[in-house]
């Protein structure tokens, strides 16, 4: 099917954004595929945008047709015509254009694009400049999630100039260790510790990464996730549990299919409405903006929910869990990136969940070594 040209006059513009300087390059890729093969291009022209990994930007030139979206069946490529990014965006009327940042990591989710994109006046898919920043910098996401008395798992910070010095029994956490780069996602450079002798490599694979480091106590629990959704109101999804192929939830378990996913998770109505109030509680307090994905883990013995981390740009993979949660909720994958890229006003109220305010449990004492 072709478009009229009275069609295409009428459209927005939608600028996909994809690849990026950043080690999670590759998945932002395979999620841009996924969302341009959803965009209905009756409403919106789409232009792509490539990022290379030494952040060259490339348009992508293609005029795609229905027939030619559904064709797609790789990442999309990193090709096309090398553009200036200030001069391609001053090109545009602000009014008539949203940009779809479809990034993941630094970079990209981490409020440099988000920035990058207000000194145009742009309009963009996603959370703000601060609220991006924030979810992405581990450390100061929990600083601010303790201010608040947000349960958190036990964690210490660690700089990478003290690594060389550091003693294996000065790290005062309990139990196996998960060591994690600051700023990162999809569990890249992620190690588990179950013999403090290893802790050092450990530390050394995250420094690879960033210059801070965190380190967190293992929880013996359950991995639930919950998607946010704004929808005229702000939606919880119905809650995802992992059962992890592997010792965590690592990257080949994230994007290889490797882990299990139960959805809806096995939980009781209160519990249910208990982790969506909390997910909710979270996404406001960072200030976030159109959707998230926040990560619990949950102490069933002690009804304890633990907030892990929360994505700002979750992965949109077909078998992400953001979408797979918002499919079993009953908003199919396409509806979702159309949604998304609806103007704020135009933003119709697909469902709603809400959940009544609840009590919040006493965060553990972050420290830092």
């Known amino acids: 099917m072709n478009l009229t040209d009275s069609d295409k006059q009428e459209r927005l513009k939608v600028v996909l954004l994809y690849g990026g300087n950043s ?51 790789r990442p999309l490529p990193i090709e096309g015509h090398q553009i200036n990014p200030v001069e391609y965006l001053s090109a545009f009327n602000s009014m008539e254009i949203i940009v779809f940042p479809v990034l993941h ?8 694009i988000q920035g990058f994109l207000e000194l145009f006046d742009i309009t963009y898919v996603g959370s703000g400049v601060l609220s991006s920043a924030l979810c992405m910098d581990k450390i100061k ?28 029994h000065s790290i005062n956490l309990d139990g196996d260790l998960f060591v994690k ?6 569990s890249i450079g992620i190690s588990k510790v179950t013999d403090r002798k290893n802790i050092k490599k450990a530390l050394s694979k995250a ?26 109101e702000l939606a919880a999804s119905v809650p995802g549990e992992i059962i992890p192929g592997a010792d965590f939830y690592d990257y080949e378990d994230k994007y290889e299919d ?15 409405l208990k982790v969506q109030d909390l997910a909710i509680t979270v996404f406001k307090l960072l200030n976030c903006r159109d959707l998230a994905r926040v990560d619990f883990f949950y102490k069933e013995s002690e009804k304890e929910w633990l907030v892990n981390e929360v ?25 979702l990136v159309n949604h998304l890229l609806s103007e704020p006003h135009q933003k119709s109220c697909l469902l709603y969940t809400s959940p009544s305010p609840r009590d919040l449990s006493t965060s553990r004492m972050p420290s830092s070594a």
């Open 23 to 73: 080690p999670e390059h590759d998945v932002s890729r395979s999620s841009a595929l996924h969302v341009v093969k959803s965009i209905d291009l009756k409403r919106y022209e789409t232009h792509l945008v490539a990022i290379d990994k030494s952040g060259i930007w490339y348009e992508f030139k293609r005029d795609l047709s229905m027939q030619d979206q559904s064709s797609l069946d």
């Open 105 to 112: 990591g630094p970079n990209g989710e981490d409020g440099t």
């Open 141 to 168: 996401c929990k600083e601010l999630l303790y201010a608040h008395n947000v349960p958190q798992t036990k964690w210490i910070s660690i700089h990478k100039s003290s690594i060389a010095d550091l003693k294996e």
């Open 181 to 186: 780069p600051a700023n990162m996602g999809s």
């Open 207 to 232: 420094a690879e990464y960033d210059e801070w480091i965190i380190v967190e106590e293992a929880i013996n629990g359950r991995e639930i996730e919950v998607a946010i959704l704004e929808d005229g």
């Open 258 to 272: 490797g882990a299990t996913l139960q959805i809806p998770a096995p939980l009781t109505d209160d519990e249910v």
């Open 311 to 335: 994505n700002t740009m979750p992965g949109f993979t077909p078998i992400s869990m953001y979408p797979k949660l918002w499919s079993a909720t009953g908003i199919p994958y396409e509806v």
